[in-house]
């Protein structure tokens, strides 16, 4: 057992957290839905202050419902690790606070997890590997998984030292006005890289003409000449109104897509 003002090392600190990364998801269940997975990654630290009785009080704790978004809650879990330091070390920590800041903690952070992750970088890297992909290069996948596994790692390790040192101040890491800048940079990011994927990659273009005898036309080349791309961006448009307001399910699109397709070319309209 560790000397009574004895505080963790940064191996120890890198252990907790690789701990974390590996085991958060090994045992979810609806009950509990993670817990076990953060009383596993937290064993190194009750094995360096406690004897077996308050090694499992400890485990105890942490066995109430908690769930998460796994890479920002990393910054929870530096939290929570400074707070059974600080308890381990004599502070005066209770077990009711260490709960009320994981259960405080985790609806927004999940939120803000979401919505910064699957909402808005993973689009980002996945519209820049399609790109790399172009005529079956094998660069955008390459690109996307050496991106992506970076990213999460190193800024849950990132958040998970901010946890540790800052405390439940650290929050503000994620809330502050500055983290709110570079979110919304992050998201005009994101739009714009999406607006050229739309007019690159959606082929989008009709038959219909017009006029008689020698004077036919084409629609296609009228639009052309006002607006390039003007079929393809209505079409984005339309989809995202129908499935951000009207609430239609991504299956469903696909269906309507997937009718609307055989419908024009049978007519002749595409």
């Given at each position: 057992m560790a000397a009574k003002n004895e505080r963790l090392t940064k191996p120890e600190l890198t252990k907790l957290w690789w701990r974390y990364m590996w085991w958060y998801n090994?045992?979810?269940?609806?009950?509990?839905?993670?817990?076990?997975?953060?009383v596993y990654s937290l064993i190194p630290l009750w094995d360096k202050y406690y004897d077996k009785?308050?090694?499992?009080?400890?485990?105890?704790?942490?066995?109430?419902?908690?769930?998460?978004?796994?890479?920002?809650g990393a910054l929870i879990q530096g939290i929570t690790?400074?707070?059974?330091?600080?308890?381990?070390?004599?502070?005066?920590?209770?077990?009711?606070?260490?709960?009320?800041?994981?259960v405080g903690l985790m609806g927004p952070i999940a939120g803000i997890g979401d919505s910064i992750l699957v909402g808005v970088i993973i689009p980002i890297l996945l519209s820049i590997a399609i790109s790399l992909s172009s005529g079956g290069s094998v660069v955008g996948p390459l690109f996307y998984i050496a991106t992506f596994v970076a990213l999460i790692v190193l800024g849950s390790k990132?958040?998970?030292?901010?946890?540790?040192?800052?405390?439940?101040?650290?929050?503000?890491?994620?809330?502050?006005?500055?983290?709110k800048k570079v979110v919304d940079a992050i998201i005009l990011l994101g739009v714009t890289i999406m607006?050229?994927?739309?007019?690159?990659?959606?082929?989008?273009?009709?038959?219909?003409s017009f006029g008689s005898g020698e004077e036919?036309?084409?629609?296609q080349d009228t639009l052309d000449g006002i607006f390039p791309k003007l079929l393809p961006l209505l079409l984005v448009l339309s989809i995202w109104a129908l499935m951000a307001k009207k609430k239609v399910s991504p299956l469903i699109m696909t269906i309507i897509l997937a009718v609307f397709a055989f419908v024009a070319a049978f007519f002749k309209i595409i």
């Amino acid at each position: 057992m560790a000397a009574k003002n004895e505080r963790l090392t940064k191996p120890e600190l890198t252990k907790l957290w690789w701990r974390y990364m590996w085991w958060y998801n090994s045992s979810a269940s609806f009950e509990r839905f993670h817990a076990m997975g953060i009383v596993y990654s937290l064993i190194p630290l009750w094995d360096k202050y406690y004897d077996k009785a308050k090694k499992f009080a400890a485990m105890k704790r942490h066995t109430h419902f908690y769930n998460t978004e796994m890479q920002v809650g990393a910054l929870i879990q530096g939290i929570t690790v400074g707070l059974e330091e600080q308890k381990a070390l004599g502070k005066d920590v209770s077990d009711d606070v260490i709960r009320a800041n994981k259960v405080g903690l985790m609806g927004p952070i999940a939120g803000i997890g979401d919505s910064i992750l699957v909402g808005v970088i993973i689009p980002i890297l996945l519209s820049i590997a399609i790109s790399l992909s172009s005529g079956g290069s094998v660069v955008g996948p390459l690109f996307y998984i050496a991106t992506f596994v970076a990213l999460i790692v190193l800024g849950s390790k990132f958040l998970f030292d901010r946890g540790y040192t800052l405390g439940v101040d650290a929050v503000k890491t994620l809330i502050g006005d500055k983290a709110k800048k570079v979110v919304d940079a992050i998201i005009l990011l994101g739009v714009t890289i999406m607006g050229g994927m739309a007019a690159s990659y959606v082929g989008f273009t009709t038959k219909i003409s017009f006029g008689s005898g020698e004077e036919i036309r084409l629609l296609q080349d009228t639009l052309d000449g006002i607006f390039p791309k003007l079929l393809p961006l209505l079409l984005v448009l339309s989809i995202w109104a129908l499935m951000a307001k009207k609430k239609v399910s991504p299956l469903i699109m696909t269906i309507i897509l997937a009718v609307f397709a055989f419908v024009a070319a049978f007519f002749k309209i595409i």
